[in-house]
């Protein structure tokens, strides 16, 4: 979000998720979408129905590529390349629209234009392995359409340069025009129910709710009168600073809610170690997690269905959550559990129903000060900004300019990814999600029937590679990197490229963020490099 | 805009649609049993059956674009007649055992039997014989109570762009199936229950679970990804026992295996149902009370100890705004740290 | 025999090969080495294969032409050429008693033929021998000096009509096409013949496949179609290959492909193997079909000549349709008009078959009486017996009874008479066939080529079925005619497609003119025709029986009894009604019904 919000002044889903129905070019990069958001996949499966044509970037032959007009298929970490040697295809074929560099945005012409100049066709070939006329088919393909949106998830973000492929991307989106009408945007898919939410509410260390910073003293001062108590000043610790925090910045307890970070993040070593180290951690889930079971103090939480509240979804949607059903045994609300300990730390919450927080939120952040229940239930959902009770929602963003006034063009160079291949670990592992399961697996690994399906870990391998190793599929491998290993079964297929592999991480018995590292990070918004390590496969 | 005449109304629809569009939008009722607005036209269980002025045979509403002055009579003696043929002949090769059906109450079949009062059949003869073998953990196919409407096929390639199934055989004989009558292996996004008019596909979790009238739904949204899907829990003795979604959502009806077959955990005997604290590196169940008076006292104390800044608090993607809002507001003002974050914020 | 031009033409269609053409043709060019007359007189003498000319009954057929005077053989036999050559070709003297006889006359003499015209006279697998009797000129005409709306108006004037069954015209179908918007167009040839017993596509394909394609490309051009396909069925072996070699020799003469015969104009042909769904006939079907999809028909509008395949204007014409075409260029609309009725213009090939004297395939001209085709070319009924009725237009047909046997062979006598022209399919039905028995017959085709799609189809037809079989079995029950008829009627009006909606016919026509014949089945228990078997009984006439033991000798039941000399008698319960004592007895003493 950060290189979103850097660029435009605010980080979301420009468009939503019915106009994909009307893109006539659709560009995914770094999104399994098909597996990942099945539902928006649909979406852009009507697209190209309807004659729409779909460009796939992604390192593995990823179900969606079965639709696509042409797939891409760079190198693991080499999205600044391919993404400047389009832009280069753009500016040369003078694909660009002047009209609308010239009115809503800046910094076009300040160098970023030149550099440029060195991504050519082949240098994009050299460093993406992409053959260069697919390159120019995509530029021409893109520059070319009149309502093309752009669809990303963390094949994108999870790098050590993740900021830098975003800014790629809304560069591309900016030089075309693409962007503040219908059909037409930059989308990142949120891969949670409510990460958009909880970005939304100011679960951050350096913003309030409604991405208001909490070292302007202005935001503070209206944050103190509306809580009526004086707040801190300085920014906090990011999540991964957390855990590698030490001396005065130390932190001796920990309050997690909801999170399974010893199987979400990289180095599961190191996360560990991290939470064994603390005076006192307190875990509030509805499963003992992996993480759950290092707590000092085990709250148990009540799930999605047996609460009200609103979620808010990828396209910036907040709906109501209803409750169904109670929950069981002496389980609670989250929202009871934190309003009892905040009695006890001496700070008094008092809310008589749900809605009376969702007000609240209302007063903290103007966007959302226009949705009520009512509303949200009569109208399906709403869509932020939506300030005032009379004002419809907002489903794309930007019509007219940009929040932070124009968009800005930020110089990107290709740097490689923190770790190559090398003798010693000559494959590049990939890390992601599949169809069957969600994140750690908390919830999904405990459906008996999706169990039966997707019972255990795997990694996929090119079949040429495996047969070089004379790994045959379902036999057990040994998978090593800098920080662990982890032994699990290989499945051959064409999805992964040569000297490429996948491993999804739902799986506790071969987490695949044994193997990843915590230390590269993207120095801008702290991202671990998930979608890029290096590792090295061998048959047991 | 065109203007037609529907049993004698006279009415005003968009260009491009159908009749059975134009009857729709004005409450005009013609049975359909392989319709489903979201899919193209099929016309193949022939029940929209209509008579058009200057047309010589009956056509079907659903595959019949509307023009400009058309005539339409959507009911008739000789109209009814035709639908009450085509009924009675699907119920001459059907179970008809509603009895124990799990869909019975919710059965468009059923819906029409009752509505042409059909307690007699003329066209008894044989009848399909399958069994049910499909192994799959989640979709139960019962393909002797399948009417060849084909919206699962389309929905299959249409709508979710896998074709895991299509009609196999011939005449009589034909009947939907994956290649090589093998067994279902799909995404398994259950697209294909959400449509069928029968109870030829059920999911497997509920079966047995409660009937029709006894159950009750509550609106909510998806707790996985963050698409946002609409879903609708069918809830019966407190237990969600399945989950559907209205078409008239934001996401058109449509779920992934997930957020259609992916609700077991909610009543998973591995729920955490009591506060535990661990004594003597043992958990321990506790009350409430001594829980949180627990967290508060430590909490208290390394604050007092180091500073709110030794404290950190982690929130979730997965829980409510209101609860993540709570939460931030819980440490900037009740412990007096920024030290919050959510692990996705990406 | 030195200075004279000798021409041997053998007839290889299916048929003719099925009787041994191949080896025919072998034995004629190893005697003919063997005479030493390919050394001698070798530019002058030569063997042919040629298509159909539809007398395939008397296969191998072959043609001696010396100087242009034909005699024709029929039954030839390998080892009846050696006296061919030795008595006819180095003797100048025919073999009589081998040349055809007067019924081969009789059946072609009011025959007019138009599509058929060269089958059996040019060498199927030779562009050359199509051209050499003016193939491709009406191409080149129509090419280099017609626009594509003169073309289409030649067609419309002709009043050519399709000949795959629905009878629409061919002209008006071609400018709907022109007339649609895009620019992607497309021509199917649907040689997806799939009637029972009819093979008059199958024999125009194989015996001239040039006339097809040349009907093609001018249909292209006028309608702006730069791609076709062919339609064929795979079990079709013979036309598909003929029809493969065919593309390539016209491709190569510049007759297909790019800048046809010079011009600005391009198309080209695929060939497309159906595997054998009847309602592949069916032109939505058959579009899934090559599609890739199942074929599985869908309702129109929008019809074809709008969305089609692949969502294009698309026009499906038929074999016999096209193969009209470029005679039709070439002769000018007002010779092909002078054939046929008012309303139904020119000639049409029909499949002659049943129990009939003559049986092949024949070319009429529309209008012609029933009574012409049964008697004058087909030779009236097998032994002499009584005709019954005539079966037209195959499963989706009907029966005309033999008091109609005057009745002008158009479309709309047909039609009116509950019938229909069909495809060409023509069965002669005479006093041994059980007419209920034959509508379950084609209904038992219909419920098996049903796509199962629309439920009358599907579920109606296999009741239809049930229904008779029960009367046939002997087990019809008060009310079935009536519920075969309401059932009949809701399955023609409700059915999605073609086949659905034309299945009940061959039940509707026979209850129409034969009721009586089902109520004999289902009050009496009783076939007239004795075909029935569940309703039969042989009896033995004791006034006629001599106790020669013969009939029990051949009952596989051992169900007949008597001692020798003495009359015999069948036991009734043991009897498995197999007809054979029927067969042997010789002084007519077993009495079937």
Known sequence: MVGLATVFGSGAMTNSIPEIERNDLIFVTGSNTKENHPIVALRMIKAVRRGAKLIVADPRKVPLVRFATIWIQQRPGTDVALLNSMMHVIVKEDLVDRDFIASYTEGFDDGFLKSLEEYTPEVGERITGVPKEKIIEAARLYAGASNPGIYYTMGITQHSHGTDNVFCIANLALMTGNLGKESSGVNPLRGQNNVQGSTDMGCSPNMYPGYQKVTIPSVRERFERLWGVKLPEKEGLVASEMFFASGAQKVRAMYIMGENPVLSDPDVGHTVEALKELDFLVVQDIFMTETAELADVVLPGACFAEKDGTFTNTERRVQLVRKAVNPPGEAREDSWIITELSRRLGYEMKYNRTEEIFHEIGMAWPAMAGMTYSRLDEEGGLQWPCPTQDHPGTPYLFKGGFPRGKGRFTVVKYRPPAEEPDEEYPFVLTTGRQLFHYHTGSMTRRVEPINRVSPEPYMEINSEDAAELAIEDGAMVRVSSRRGEIRLKARLSKRPDRGVVFIPFHFREAAANVLTSSIALDPLCKIPELKVSTVRVEKV | MLTLTIDGRQIEVKEGSTVLQAAREHEIYIPTLCDDPRLEPYGGCRLCLVQIEGVPRPVTACTTPVSEGMKVETTNEYIEGLRRTVVELILS???????????????????????????????????????????????????????????????????????????????????????FEKDLDCEFCGQCVSVCPTGALMGKLSLGKGRQKDIKKVDTVCPYCGCGCNLTLHVARNEVIRVSSSPETLNEGWLCVKGRFGFKFISSPERLNTPLIRKNGRFEEVSWQEALDHVAERLGGIRDRYGPDAIAGLSSARCTNEENYLFQKFFRAAVGTNNVDHCARY | MENSTILIKVCMGTGGIAAGGTEVISAFEKELQAEGISAAVEKHCSVHKVGCRGFCARDVLVDVLIDGEKTTYEYIKPDMVSRIVKEHILQGEAVQEWVVKDDYRTFHEKQRKVVLSDCGEVDPEDIGSYMERGGYDALRKVLTSMTPEETIEVIKSSGLRGRGGAGFPTGLKWEFARRAPGDTKYLICNADEGDPGAFMDRSIIEGNPHSVIEGMVIGAFSMGAHRGYVYIRAEYPLAVERLRLALEQARKKGLLGEHIAGTEFSFDIKIKLGAGAFVC???????????????????????????????????????????????????????????????????????????????????????????????????????????????????????????????????????????????????????????????????????????????????????????????????????????????????????LCGL??????????????????????????????????????????????????????????????????????????????????????????????
């Open chain 3, 500 to 593: 659905g909606q034309t299945a009940p016919n061959p039940v509707l026509s026979t209850l129409r003119y034969f009721k009586a014949e089902y109520e004999a089945h289902v009050h009496e228990k009783r076939c007239p025709a004795g075909v029935c078997k569940n309703l039969l009984t042989y009896t033995i006439l004791e006034e006629f029986c001599t106790g020669c033991t013969m009939c029990a000798r051949v009952c596989p039941a051992n169900a007949i009894v008597g001692e020798r000399k003495t009359p015999h008698r069948i036991i009734q319960d043991i009897c498995i009604k197999c007809g054979a004592c029927f067969e042997t007895c010789k002084f007519k003493a077993i009495k079937k019904g």
């Open chain 3, 281 to 495: 006939g069916e032109e939505t079907a058959l579009i899934a079909s090559i599609e890739g999809k199942r074929g599985m028909p869908r309702a129109k509008p929008p019809f074809p000549a709008q969305k089609g395949l692949w969502g294009k204007p698309t026009v499906i014409n038929n074999v016999e349709t096209l193969a009209n075409i470029p005679y039709i260029v070439r002769n000018g609309a007002g010779w092909f008009a002078q054939f046929g009725t008012e309303r139904s213009k020119g000639t049409k090939v029909f499949a002659l078959t049943g129990k009939i004297k003559n049986s092949g395939l024949i070319e009429v001209p529309l209008g012609i009486r029933l009574h012409e085709i049964v008697h004058d070319i087909g030779g009236g009924i097998e032994g002499d017996r009584k005709l019954k009725a005539v079966q037209t237009g195959g499963p989706s047909g009907g029966c005309i009874p033999a008091e109609m046997i005057e009745i002008p062979v158009d479309y709309e006598s047909l039609a009116e008479a509950g019938s229909i022209v069909g495809s060409g399919g023509m069965v002669v039905m005479d006093e041994t066939d059980c007419m209920v028995n034959i509508a379950k017959y084609f209904l038992e085709f219909t419920q098996a080529e049903s796509c199962g799609k629309c439920v009358p189809c599907r579920i109606g037809t296999k009741r239809l079925l049930e229904i008779l079989t029960r009367i046939t079995d002997g087990r019809g029950r008060p009310g079935d005619i009536e519920l075969l008829e309401s059932l009949s009627n809701d399955v023609r009006a409700a059915s």
């Open chain 2, 93 to 179: 090769d059907h179970p008809n055992d509603c009895m124990v059906c799990e869909k019975a109450g919710d059965c468009t079949l059923q819906e029409l039997a009752y509505f042409y009062g059909l307690r007699e059949n003329r066209f008894r003869g044989e009848r399909r014989q399958y069994a049910k073998r499909d192994a799959n953990p989640f979709i139960e196919r019962d393909m002797e109570k399948c009417i060849l409407c084909g919206k699962c096929v389309r929905v299959c390639e249409e709508v979710q762009g896998v074709s895991a199934i299509e009609i196999a055989y011939r005449g009589f004989n034909a009947k939907v199936c994956p290649p």
